[in-house]
């Protein structure tokens, strides 16, 4: 079973859209979760920062993690064609500047 | 967010010759890493870097890498004899001041022929 599992996607959605993105993991004993965003040929750009379980809310993102269900979300509110790109999800153990286990990322295709 | 600058943006290099690859970090940072990202697949960890030295490596960190901080602010990955199977998005990271979480460079971009 691998360690963070991500829908490759693309998920393609209209303009103004709720966006909802998932991560399932299998290791329990993470407790920092992260999103990134990913422009082709970028790097990561922090978005969602989170420990444990629990709601954060910033702008027109939220991310959720569900520890007993061992799965993650980030949802986007009234996307914009500027959210399209890939979203990964990531965790790690110790703290939230210990290594990295990424998800494969998720392409979001936003059209106007 | 916090700009790592990393140099080159691309490089091509034949197999078996030595790439190294840069990072101007941000000034009060504690934690260094390296991670890759082959086309199409995650990014990995390869390696982190605290207080001058190696605090952690992965698996695909072997002896053809080494890592060092030269001059206390320059980070360096130096890949000794490349594969082409080294082809690979590699970011520079840092962390441990700010926010409590890892921001990525933009990435070097290295093809083996």
């Known amino acids: 079973q691998k360690e963070v599992e991500q829908d490759p996607g693309p998920l393609s959605v209209p303009e103004g859209a709720i966006v909802s993105l998932n991560c399932t993991y299998s290791n329990s004993a993470f407790q920092y979760f992260m999103w990134y965003r990913q422009y082709s040929r970028k790097g990561p750009e922090l978005l969602m920062y989170t420990y444990s379980s629990g709601n954060k809310e910033d702008g027109r993102f939220t991310a959720q993690v569900d520890k007993s269900s061992k799965y993650i979300s980030l949802f986007i509110r009234d996307s914009q064609p500027s959210d399209s790109a890939t979203y990964l999800c990531?965790?790690?153990?110790?703290?939230?500047?210990?290594?990295?286990?990424f998800g494969k990322g998720t392409m979001l295709l936003v059209s106007p | 967010e916090p700009e790592v600058t990393q140099t080159p943006s691309h490089q091509v290099t034949q197999m078996g010759q030595e790439v190294i690859l840069r990072c101007v970090p941000i000034s009060n940072h504690l934690y260094f890493y390296w991670y890759r990202q082959i086309l199409g697949q995650k990014v990995e960890f390869l390696v982190s870097?605290?207080?001058?030295?190696?605090?952690?490596k992965s698996e695909i960190f072997d002896d053809q890498f080494s890592v060092e901080r030269p001059d206390g602010s320059n980070f360096t990955l130096k890949i000794r004899s490349t594969k082409l199977e080294d082809s690979a998005m590699y970011f520079c990271a840092e962390g441990g001041n700010s926010g409590n979480t890892i921001y990525f460079g933009e990435g070097s971009w290295l093809t083996v022929v």
């Open positions: 990531a965790m790690s153990v110790e703290s939230g500047y210990s290594t990295l286990t």
């Open positions: 870097f605290y207080n001058n030295e190696i605090s952690e």
